[in-house]
C-alpha cells in the first residue's frame, strides 16, 4: 500500500484547525482588531461578535450564554472551578477527585495538599471503572467539591458523570467535571448534567490553542482566578481573544453538525483499527473495558517492547500515535492512569493511544494495520528475552 503523507491518529492531543474556523477568525485578526473593552466603535463593535460565538458554544452544551466564562483552555477551567469552590467556601477544605484524571487538576490538587487541604482520590477497578458508592463514601460535611473527569484522556474510558453529579448534590457537594475530551465526540446536556462547572478546550475540536471555557451554573457562586479588569461580567479577567473565541464558536457549530459521523464513522474505523491489531499482534491486549467509552479512542499493550521505540518507527513510517497525554510526553515514568488501573511498569510503558478524528480515513487505517504489526515484530526481536 502507498504510504498516505501523514497519518494523524492523535486526535485527544490536538487537532488541526477546520478551514471554516481559519476563514472565521481571520477578519478579526486583520481589520477588527480593536480592544473589546474601548468606549469608541472600532472597540464597541465587537460585542456583536463575542456574543454570537459565546451563544455558539453555550449551544454546543446546551447551556445559557451567561453560564460560559471563556478561558485560556482546559487547564485554567479545571483549576479555576476548584479554586472558587475553596474560596467560596472557606470553611471546608477537602476535595475528592480520582486518581486517573489529567495532569492540570491532578497537579492542582496536589499543590493544594501541600498547602494544607485534603484530597482523597478515588481508586479505579482493572478495568477503569469508577465505584459510585466510593464516591458518595468519600463526601464529607467539609469536602468543597468533587471533581471528576467525564472522559479519560488516555483510555476513553466514560464516567457516569450524571449519576455523581447528583450524589453530590443530595449531599451539598459542589461538582466539577473535565469534559474536555468529550466535546465533539459525544453529545453533552450542561442543563440534564447539573454540573455546577465543566470545563471545555477549543483546540481538541478543531479550533486553535490557547482558548477554552468554563461553564459555570447559574446561581453557584464564583471567585475569579484571575483577576484584572471586569471582563467575562467580572469572572475572569484580561482582554478578551476575540479571534480565538470567534473560532471557538464556529468550530461549535461545525462540532455539533459532526457529531453523528464522529459517532458512527469514527467508531467504526477506531473498531477496524483496534480489532485488526488484536488480531495480528500476538500478546497484545486493550487497556480498559471495550465500553462505555468515547467513539474515537483505543489504548493498547504491546507486550515485550517499549512504546518510546514503536513511536519512533511509527514516526518514520509517517504515523502519529502517542503513548498517552501530550501534557505529559518526556516523562520517564509509566503513566499514572494505566498504574491506577494495576498495569505494570512493563505493560503501562509498551501501551500506545490511537486517537482518531473525522478526517481520518479507512485507506489510513489499512496502512497502520500494514506497518505496525512489523514495527512489533521488529521490536522484539531486538528486545533481550
Not at 478543531?206 to 475569579?224: D, E, M
Request: hydrophobic share 40%; net charge positive; charged share 20%.
Amino acid at each position: 500500500m502507498n504510504s498516505p503523507a501523514r497519518c494523524y491518529f492523535d486526535h485527544n492531543a490536538t487537532t488541526a484547525v477546520a478551514p471554516e474556523v481559519v476563514e472565521a477568525m481571520l477578519p478579526f485578526l486583520r481589520e477588527y482588531w480593536g480592544n473589546p473593552s474601548s468606549s469608541y466603535t472600532f472597540g464597541r463593535q465587537l460585542a456583536g461578535p463575542l456574543g454570537e460565538a459565546r451563544a455558539r458554544v453555550a449551544a454546543l452544551i446546551n447551556a445559557d450564554p451567561r453560564e460560559i466564562i471563556f478561558t485560556s483552555g482546559g487547564t485554567e477551567s479545571n483549576n479555576a472551578a476548584i479554586h472558587s469552590a475553596l474560596a467560596t467556601q472557606p470553611g471546608k477544605r477537602h476535595i475528592v477527585t480520582t486518581a486517573v484524571e489529567h495532569s492540570a487538576t491532578i497537579k492542582f490538587v496536589q499543590l493544594l495538599q501541600k498547602q494544607g487541604y485534603a484530597v482523597t482520590f478515588l481508586p479505579v477497578s482493572p478495568d477503569g471503572a469508577l465505584d459510585l458508592d466510593q464516591v458518595e463514601q468519600a463526601l464529607r460535611p467539609d469536602t468543597a467539591i468533587a471533581s471528576v473527569m467525564w472522559a479519560n484522556n488516555e483510555t476513553g474510558l466514560l464516567f457516569p458523570v450524571q449519576e455523581i453529579a447528583a450524589r453530590c448534590r443530595r449531599r451539598g457537594v459542589l461538582f466539577h467535571t473535565d469534559a474536555v475530551q468529550v466535546a465533539g465526540k459525544l453529545p453533552i446536556d450542561a442543563q440534564a448534567l447539573e454540573a455546577d462547572f465543566l470545563s471545555l478546550s477549543a483546540h481538541k475540536l478543531h479550533a486553535p490553542k490557547g482558548i477554552g471555557l468554563l461553564y459555570l451554573k447559574r446561581g453557584v457562586k464564583y471567585q475569579p482566578y484571575i483577576v484584572g479588569g471586569g471582563q467575562e461580567r467580572g469572572r475572569r479577567g484580561g482582554t478578551e481573544n476575540v479571534a480565538n473565541i470567534v473560532a471557538f464558536g464556529r468550530a461549535a457549530e461545525l462540532a455539533r453538525a459532526n457529531l453523528a459521523q464522529a459517532e458512527t464513522r469514527v467508531r467504526a474505523l477506531r473498531d477496524r483499527l483496534e480489532a485488526g491489531l488484536l488480531r495480528q499482534i500476538p500478546e497484545t491486549v486493550r487497556n480498559g473495558a471495550r465500553e462505555p467509552r468515547l467513539p474515537n479512542t483505543s489504548n493498547l499493550a504491546f507486550a515485550g517492547v517499549e512504546a518510546e521505540g514503536i513511536l519512533l518507527l511509527l514516526d518514520q513510517a509517517g504515523i502519529c500515535a502517542s503513548s498517552g497525554s501530550a501534557c505529559t510526553t518526556g516523562s520517564l515514568e509509566p503513566s499514572h492512569v494505566l498504574t491506577a488501573m494495576g498495569c505494570s511498569a512493563a505493560r503501562a510503558r509498551g501501551s500506545i493511544r490511537f486517537s482518531l478524528g473525522i478526517a481520518n480515513t479507512a485507506a489510513e487505517v489499512d496502512y497502520a494495520l500494514e506497518r505496525l504489526p512489523g514495527i512489533i515484530a521488529r521490536l522484539r526481536a531486538l528486545t533481550p528475552a
